[in-house]
Structure formats: structure tokens, C-alpha cells
């Protein structure tokens, strides 16, 4: 029987690598950057304007879509991707980040999580098993294990408490899961602490998972911290498996990241940025809404592909955006999606071209000041 996941690893430079997740609904090239679609949908885009922008691969939110409109009228729908009309593979995240980011109204204990319903006041008990529940019904291709994701900065002890649970909680997620046709991957937690994130990388790799993760990181901590994070964790992890870094989607980030063996990353940042009138080009972030674009009729990026940048001009976009007009979020968020799927793109073909360090010097150097750099 051919089984409906695998991950194959084509080309190396260093630890850095091109691979191919096949997933039920076809392959992701990797290294990959995933856009997010909470809700399922990426904010302004559609489906067809997501594939344009070269996307593979889409989150949704397993909380979010939790409490609205509910995995049952998703599963009637017949599952995320005829829901949200999207025929390439989805990954839903747990909820475990946005259930533990409610910190003034949960309570956590061995069970799970309560925490009430920010929509209507409902109490709700989520646990792994819960989660995993919801995420079968909703049908996502990989689903990602419930877990504890300390804040940052935190003491030790609740770190390593929480780290510890993640494991007992994946534990439950792999009883629970009762569907072969989605891969679970399991997620390392132990905050800054490089000693307890080796501990549970090794012990969630006992688990010979289709994936893992690394999670807890963009939190708050500083660009440094989380360069170490996975430059000490990253090689721990198995390595016929993908890996996927949490909540990450700057440039620098990404290449160091990629450069210690990463495979996929997600980051609300194209489309949430578009909707404060900014634009990443070329590795900078250009906020639209200055004066010195207002007369400006070049385009966006000359050198970039997408639909924004070969009809539109940057004065048009300022227009729209001192406009207050909603075209302004969806022509950003194309460019932007298009620009950071580029850029995984752009790394994956000099790996595979053996030349990922010679090109992506620059990014490969420690953090310096600034939004992308």
C-alpha cells in the first residue's frame, strides 16, 4: 500500500537542504515558506491568487475555527479543503500558542486547558485529545500535536514543567489520532534553554513521528536567542524527517534557519503588514504610505513576477492606501506572499545548484538593527 506521506531529501549544502514532502493532496518543495490562513483563509486572497503567488502549502488555526463555525460544519462541507476551496495541502496548527496566549483566563492542569471563549464567554475544556479530535474533523493533511508553549521571558521551572507535559501531551495526541491519512507532528519546547530543548527533541525523536516541529520561539525573544534556539536544536532532529520552525518568516531568519537544516516555516507577516500599508522588497519593508511614493509610476518591484508588481505602480498603491480602499490590502498581500515564497524558493534552487552559502552570505550574518535584517 502506498502510503500517503513521505519526505525525500534531493540536495545538501551543509546541513541545508532541498527536499519533497508528498502529502495526500500533493508535494511541497521544500524549503518552503507557508502562508497563514487562520480562519481558512489568508486574509484579502483568494485561492487562485494564492497559487499565483507560488503557495504549496496553507495553515489553519485549530482554536480559531473551533469556535467559528465549529469542525462539525467543516466535516459536513467536506473537510478545510473544499470548505475553504483550496485543493493543495493544509496544515492546522493545535491551538496550543493562541490557547496558552489567553493567559488571563485559562487554567491549565494535566487534562488540558479551560479557558473561556473570547466570542461569547463559553467555557471550554480543550485537551489533546480535544484537539486532535477537532483536527480530524477538519481534514488538514498535517495536523500538529497539542502542547504547553511557555511565554517568554519565564522562569526555569515552569519551562522545564511545561516541556515535560508537552511530552505527555503528545502521548495522548498519538492514542487519540485516528486518522491515516493525516500526518501528526510532534513540537519541541524548552524555551531558551538550549539543555531542555535537547532533552525533548531526543525524546519526541523516540516517537518516530512523519514530522516535527520547533515551537516556542518567536515568542519575544530576541533574534539572537532564537538563532541559537535552532542552530542547537535543529540537528537533534531526525533527519529522513521535515521540519517546520514555528511562527517564523523574516528573511534572515529564515536562511539562518535553513542553513541548520529547516524545512518549512509560517508567519502572519505578508498579509498582516499589507494591512498596515507596507511592502517587503528586496529584503526591506517600504511603508506605501509616504509621501515620496505618491507621484512614484514604477512599479512596485520590477524584478518581482507577481500580478501587483507587473499592472500597478507604487503611486497607485499609495493612492489606495491614503484611499482607505480595501484593493490596497489585497495587491500588498499578493506581492508580499509572492516576495517571502520567492525568497524559499530562491534558497531551495541555490541548494540544489550547490551554491546556498556563496549567495545567501549576507543573510547568513549575525542580526543586525532593522524589521528584516
Not at 174 to 185: G, K, V
Not at 233 to 250: D, F
Not at 311 to 321: D, V
Amino acid at each position: 500500500m502506498t502510503q500517503p506521506f513521505s519526505f525525500h531529501c534531493q540536495a545538501q549544502c551543509g546541513r541545508a537542504r532541498a527536499g519533497r514532502l508528498q502529502t495526500p493532496h500533493g508535494p511541497v518543495q521544500t524549503p518552503r515558506f507557508m502562508p497563514v490562513g487562520t480562519l481558512a483563509n489568508v486574509k484579502t486572497v483568494t485561492p487562485a491568487q494564492l497559487k499565483a503567488a507560488g503557495a504549496e502549502m496553507v495553515l489553519a488555526n485549530t482554536y480559531h475555527l473551533h469556535l467559528q463555525p465549529g469542525e462539525s460544519l467543516v466535516a459536513e462541507a467536506g473537510g478545510l479543503h473544499q470548505f475553504m476551496a483550496w485543493s493543495g495541502p493544509i496544515l492546522t496548527d493545535s491551538g496550543g500558542f493562541q490557547v496558552f496566549s489567553l493567559s488571563q483566563i485559562r487554567t491549565v492542569n494535566e487534562a488540558g486547558v479551560t479557558f473561556r471563549s473570547p466570542r461569547d464567554g463559553a467555557v471550554i475544556h480543550m485537551t489533546p485529545e480535544r484537539s486532535i479530535q477537532i483536527q480530524n474533523q477538519l481534514g488538514a493533511d498535517v495536523i500538529m500535536a497539542f502542547d504547553e508553549c511557555p511565554p517568554y521571558p519565564a522562569e526555569r521551572a515552569l519551562v522545564a514543567a511545561a516541556t515535560k507535559r508537552t511530552y505527555r501531551w503528545l502521548e495522548r495526541c498519538i492514542q487519540a489520532h485516528q486518522r491515516s491519512d493525516q500526518a501528526l507532528f510532534g513540537i519541541v519546547q524548552g524555551g531558551v534553554h538550549l539543555d531542555l530543548r535537547q532533552q525533548a527533541a531526543e525524546a519526541l525523536a523516540e516517537f518516530d513521528l512523519p514530522g516535527y516541529a520547533i515551537g516556542g520561539v518567536s515568542v519575544g525573544e530576541p533574534p539572537e536567542l532564537i538563532e541559537k534556539i535552532v542552530k542547537a536544536t535543529t540537528p537533534l532532529l531526525p533527519e529522513h524527517k521535515p521540519r517546520y520552525l514555528m511562527g517564523v518568516g523574516t528573511y534572515r531568519e529564515m536562511a539562518q534557519a535553513i542553513a541548520a537544516g529547516i524545512d518549512l516555516f509560517d508567519c502572519v507577516i505578508p498579509t498582516r503588514l499589507a494591512r498596515h500599508g507596507a511592502a517587503l522588497v528586496a529584503g526591506e519593508r517600504w511603508n506605501l504610505k509616504n509621501s515620496r511614493f505618491r507621484r512614484d509610476l514604477s512599479p512596485l518591484d520590477a524584478d518581482c513576477p507577481c500580478y501587483t508588481c507587473q499592472q500597478f505602480t507604487r503611486a497607485y498603491l499609495c493612492h489606495l492606501i491614503h484611499a482607505h480602499e480595501l484593493l490596497a490590502f489585497t495587491l500588498l498581500s499578493i506581492h508580499n506572499l509572492t516576495e517571502l515564497i520567492r525568497f524559499t524558493q530562491s534558497i531551495r534552487e541555490a541548494i540544489l545548484q550547490g551554491c546556498f552559502f556563496e549567495r545567501f552570505e549576507d543573510w547568513l550574518k549575525p542580526a543586525a538593527e532593522g524589521f528584516s535584517r
